[in-house]
Nanobody
Framework: QLQASGGGLVQAGGSLRLSCAAS????????????LGWFRQATGKEREFVAF????????YYADSVKGRFTISRDNAKNMVYLQLSSLKPDDTAVYYC???????????????????WGQGTLVTVSS
């Protein structure tokens, strides 16, 4: 199971930290074998990739639109993945989702259909 939290209302230029808690035997027993991603979906738009982390290698990848502003990280001991949002813009307003899939060798999965497990989403609203 994945549980996202940390969303809220923030002014443009502000910051938020989103959290994604991974629970259940599947994740806690095999945490190193997972890819975690953050996606977002604005009203009327398709779900889009935001950031990725390979839990085992701790390698990361970002969408161009958030590169340099957002930071993804993970805490092995707590089975948590974080997304630090900084220099927020009104265009960042969306419901943010964390997602997971089994690790594999290949290109970074940025298509949401490649992920098997999803959290419920947390709303981030950036006011101008």
């Amino acid at each position: 199971q994945l549980q996202a939290s940390g969303g809220g209302l923030v002014q443009a230029g502000g910051s938020l930290r989103l959290s994604c808690a991974a629970s259940g035997r599947t994740f806690t027993s095999y945490a190193l074998g997972w890819f975690l991603g953050w996606f977002r979906q604005a009203t009327g738009k398709e779900r889009e990739f935001v950031a990725f982390i390979d839990w085992y290698a701790n390698s990361t990848y970002y969408a161009d639109s958030v590169k340099g502003r957002f930071t993804i990280s993970r805490d092995n001991a707590k089975n948590m993945v974080y997304l630090q949002l900084s220099s927020l813009k009104p265009d960042d307003t969306a419901v943010y989702y964390c997602a997971a899939r089994a690790r594999y060798k290949g290109s970074v999965p940025t298509n949401p259909t490649l992920y098997d497990y999803w959290g419920q989403g947390t709303l981030v609203t950036v006011s101008s």
